[in-house]
């Protein structure tokens, strides 16, 4: 939770910009796999931020006992930040069916989850719960996997990359002559050592080119 409001450094402000008759809209989810379990989380504040995140649990865990936690831990969240209303979102039919009061819960277990979920319910002013599609959860869904997926201990970063293309695409390729390319060639002996074209012509061009500083990675 102090990990939420350190990324959020506009938290305290959102009290001037929404009132309790706000609605804030919490999906979760929970994954147990043989790789472990985790839950994930997506809550949304009346005005349009969004707050993620992946929670590994370092204990045995049901489908059902994570989808509980992911609930727990929205909440939590959510009444840290005085949320009053909110609207839960989860794909588990069960645990949805258990806390509208529809579906009993025999276990012993799930019955002490239900009961802390009750308890912090009782904390707001007003709340839904809704079952979804997982299509219609697929953020959540998708934090979840990578809590489960991933066996870490402490926090880490992970970043998420896009490739636009796919690797087994053919590159276009330029084909110039040597001499078409001697311009390329002067570049880079300027940006490396300094050194000036011979032709006065491209020679001409260094000392409008002298005035920015571009650092060399790699030519």
Not at 29 to 49: I, Y
Not at 163 to 176: D, F, K, L, M, Y
Not at 188 to 200: F, H, S, V
Request: proline share 5%; with cysteine; charged share 25%.
């Amino acid at each position: 939770m102090a990990d939420f409001i350190t990324e959020l450094p506009e938290a305290h402000a959102l009290d001037k910009e929404w009132t309790p008759d706000h609605w804030w809209s919490l999906h979760v989810d929970g994954a147990s796999r043989s790789s472990g379990s985790g839950v994930g989380l997506l809550l949304k504040a009346p005005t349009g931020e969004q707050l993620e995140q992946s929670i590994r649990l370092d204990f045995p865990a049901s489908n059902n006992e994570a989808e509980y936690e992911a609930i727990l831990s929205g909440l939590d969240l959510a009444i840290t930040l005085n949320a009053s209303k909110i609207k839960i979102h989860s794909y588990s039919q069960l645990v949805v069916g258990q806390i509208l009061k529809e579906y009993e819960a025999k276990d012993e277990r799930i019955a002490k989850y239900l009961l802390k979920v009750q308890e912090s319910l009782s904390q707001l002013r007003e709340w839904v719960i809704e079952k979804v599609s997982r299509g219609e959860n697929l953020q959540a869904d998708a934090l979840a996997g990578i809590a489960a997926s991933f066996p870490v201990k402490e926090s880490t970063m992970l970043p998420v990359y896009f490739q636009a293309t796919p690797t087994i695409t053919e590159s276009h390729v330029c084909n110039v002559s040597p001499k078409e390319f001697n311009w390329a060639i002067d570049i880079r002996a300027y940006l490396q050592t300094g050194a000036l074209p011979e032709d006065p012509k491209g020679a001409s061009l260094a000392p409008t080119t002298r005035k920015r500083h571009v650092p060399l990675l790699s030519i």
